[in-house]
């Protein structure tokens, strides 16, 4: 499959980033972008900006890929998911995982073969690839439509589990990524985007996928419920106030661990709402959060155990949910989770 469509993108123009968000969004709708920070931290661009000028001037990282992140759903001014845009899958390629580039696109061949469509595009970083399937029209107007969407996600994320064990590989070890608030990276290259000529899906062809294949909701399923964004991360207090909060939450982190029966992640999470609340009361700065990314990432590897691989972005990800639930927090209940010291 790969050789045919190199073949093909050859006579045609190479896509670029843009073309792959003009197909997630239509007239009048946003998809967020975020600039990755030289913390790790996705910092929202502000609504308005143009994104070729975002994507001209933005720096790219160690590893030559460029900082920049889009959702894969579009929202409204406050933060509200209005259309789950597509399926996608995000296949990292490394040890114990997907071996090999192969492997990853193996699993994207037999989902291919599970929709019976072809992506529109595929993103291939050279660490992972993210192939893409557009969803023609599958609006979300009310918080149990949302809930409901969460529910085909969690789905399609186990039935990408499942393409994973159709070909022998360890499914327990993928990535799960399948929210309705996920953000994706922009490649640096544009030779990184592969158009791949998929034409959009029906909802009603993913609900049939998802049945056929056995893979039916779960308890569980519609966790999300997103409140609409009160106070924007990336406009929070400038000045922190130098109270000692940063000190004693990274002292937990580094000296802490999950409590028996607890996720490493669920523990993870709670420390990554601690530091977003903080930095949201401005008891610790920017500065502050580009400290605590490679404590929280130090201290998940030596918690890691016989447990599954860790993700190089696993802090940076934790951080980025955390800061982006905070930002839809109350007043009310930010200031019932964090006193600060001082205040
Ligand atoms: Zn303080």
Request: a negative charge; charged letters at 20%; aromatic letters at 6%.
């Amino acid at each position: 499959m790969a050789n045919d469509q190199t073949l093909t993108a050859t006579a045609e123009p190479q896509p670029t980033g843009l073309d792959l968000l003009a197909t997630l969004w239509r007239p009048g709708e946003a998809v967020p972008i975020w600039i990755k920070q030289p913390g790790g931290r996705l910092l929202p661009v502000e609504a308005g900006q143009r994104l070729d000028e975002v994507l001209a001037t933005a720096v790219t990282d160690h590893a030559g890929r460029l900082g920049v992140f889009h959702g894969v759903n579009p929202v409204t001014s406050d933060g509200r998911i209005i259309r789950l845009a597509a399926l996608w899958a995000a296949l990292n390629i490394r040890p114990g995982a997907l071996d090999e580039p192969i492997d990853a696109w193996t699993v994207a061949a037999r989902l291919s073969d599970m929709l019976d469509a072809t992506p529109a595009f595929v993103i291939d970083t050279g660490d992972a690839i993210y192939p893409y399937w557009p969803i023609h029209h599958y609006p979300l107007r009310t918080s149990q439509e949302r809930g409901r969407a969460s529910a085909v996600l969690a789905r399609w994320g186990r039935l990408v589990a499942q393409a994973a064990r159709d070909h022998d590989i360890d499914a327990e070890r993928l990535d799960n990524v399948y929210d309705l608030t996920r953000a994706l990276p922009i490649p640096a290259n544009p030779a990184a985007i592969q158009g791949q000529g998929g034409r959009s899906i029906t909802a009603i062809k993913v609900f049939a996928t998802l049945n056929k294949y056995g893979e039916s909701e779960l308890p569980g399923d519609r966790r999300l419920t997103l409140d609409p964004v009160v106070s924007q991360y990336g406009r929070w207090h400038p000045d922190p106030c130098h109270c000692g909060a940063l000190q004693a939450i990274l002292a937990n982190i580094m000296r802490g661990s999950p409590l028996p029966g607890m996720s490493r992640h669920y523990w993870a999470g709670r420390h990554a709402l601690r530091l977003a609340v903080a930095r949201r009361v401005g008891c610790i700065s920017e500065r502050g959060l580009d400290e605590a990314e490679p404590v929280l990432q130090a201290r998940l590897y030596e918690l890691r155990a016989h447990e599954s691989p860790l993700r190089p972005d696993e802090a940076t990800e934790l951080l980025h949910w955390a800061l982006d639930t905070v930002s839809r927090w109350s007043n009310e209940r930010v200031a019932e989770e964090h006193h600060c010291i001082t205040g």
